[in-house]
């Protein structure tokens, strides 16, 4: 069975990535964030629902320091944020720039089946309004307290 939610881990392509981070070697980690987020911002071909639910796990992971709520719907988030923590895999410039890129191909509707699969419907708005809030918070984590 199939879950497919608006949530960031509301599905099942997040909550197999995020498990998939968790049986990485931990020095592996840094470079599967990355790569689920390049998967999105350099896509050559059509995004898959998957890649962009994925892409959306890494970067609220990323974020979580920032505002762990973008954790919510994940299996124990305080603890998935602890383990993350741990592993030192920082927000980086390089990361920062390919996730801020990451989200605006995420909201391009063109050649994006998740878009599709959120076209004009509620969830959808919610979803839409996931990833805005997500680069929200991206714009401000990279601001000066």
Do not use: C, H, Y
């Amino acid at each position: 069975m199939t879950t497919t939610g608006p949530g960031i881990f509301e599905n099942d392509a997040a909550q197999d990535f995020l498990t998939k981070l968790q049986s990485a070697p931990p020095t592996a980690v840094g470079d599967l964030v990355s790569a689920a987020l390049r998967a999105v911002a350099q896509a050559e071909k059509p995004l898959t629902a998957a890649d962009v639910q994925s892409a959306l796990a890494a970067l609220a992971l990323l974020l979580a320091e920032f505002d762990g709520d973008v954790l919510t719907g994940a299996t124990d988030p305080t603890a998935v944020q602890a383990w993350f923590v741990d592993l030192e895999v920082e927000l980086t410039p390089s990361r920062r720039q390919i996730a801020d890129a990451t989200t605006s191909r995420i909201l391009l509707a063109q050649d994006n089946g998740w878009a599709d699969l959120w076209a004009d419907s509620e969830d959808g708005r919610r979803a839409r309004s996931t990833v805005k809030a997500l680069r929200d918070l991206l714009a401000d984590s990279a601001s000066p307290e």
